[in-house]
């Protein structure tokens, strides 16, 4: 089966960087996901990675460590609008079935 | 090009009464999803389409929860009876299916019962 832990909350100053971690157990590797939700809204794709290293996406980065089953989301210059949950998924049965692990509810203060 | 939409946004019920969600998926995806949310939880799979074909419900409690997607396109999703424990925000999300690709997620409908 599948086990994912992520920090249950965390707060960051605007234009500071924050790096949240996300360690995964499962039986088969596709891939992992983040996405961003905020309050009442929809769950947004942000990255996807399969192989290990760091992927930048402009002021978001993701990096995977298969071998350890950890990977991270780094925000770099926050901004009171990435205030909101970061949800870390992987793939089960094949591609076609997501499982979320609880969320990360990041505060970003002035 | 229109997302994934659902209605409705908000539904209050009570226990024991039926409740319905509909969801249309992108034009095009072929793989449809129901999720269940509760607060200050990651999103829960329920069930998953391939086109009018449900081929993974086993996360779905059958014995009050239905689901439907005749041709492919649409879908609902109902319970019947609802209990206090079915609070929750049921989200639908789509895909093309048969690889890496992410999910999109339509916005939910945020179920009470009371």
Not at chain 1, 2 to 28: H, K, L, R
Not at chain 1, 56 to 61: A, I, L, P
Not at chain 2, 27 to 38: D, E
Request: charge should be negative; hydrophobic fraction near 35%; include cysteine.
């Amino acid at each position: 089966g599948q086990n994912i832990d992520q920090p249950t909350e965390m707060t960051a100053t605007e234009g500071a960087i924050v790096q949240i971690n996300c360690t995964y157990q499962t039986s088969g590797f596709n891939g992992l996901f983040w996405y961003q939700q905020h309050a009442g809204e929809a769950p947004t794709f942000l990255s996807y990675n399969v192989l290990d290293g760091l992927e930048e996406k402009g002021r978001f980065s993701s990096f995977l460590s298969r071998s350890k089953g950890y990977s991270y989301l780094l925000l770099k210059e926050l901004q009171m609008k990435d205030s909101a949950s970061y949800l870390c998924a992987v793939p089960s049965g094949g591609y076609n079935k997501l499982i979320f692990g609880a969320g990360t509810r990041l505060a970003v203060h002035p | 090009e229109a997302g994934v939409v659902q209605s409705p946004r908000y539904k209050i019920i009570e226990k024991k009464q039926p409740v319905a969600f509909w969801c249309n998926p992108i034009s095009g995806h072929n793989t449809l999803y129901w999720y269940r949310q509760n607060l200050g939880q990651g999103p829960e799979l329920l069930i998953r389409y391939e086109n009018e074909e449900a081929v993974d419900d086993s996360q779905l409690p059958k014995d009050r929860f239905s689901a439907e997607r005749l041709k492919g396109v649409d879908s609902t999703l109902k319970i019947q009876p609802a209990e206090l424990g079915d609070s929750a925000v049921y989200l639908c999300a789509s895909n093309q299916g048969g690889g890496e690709t992410e999910a999109f997620f339509g916005q939910g409908t945020r179920l009470t019962v009371v």
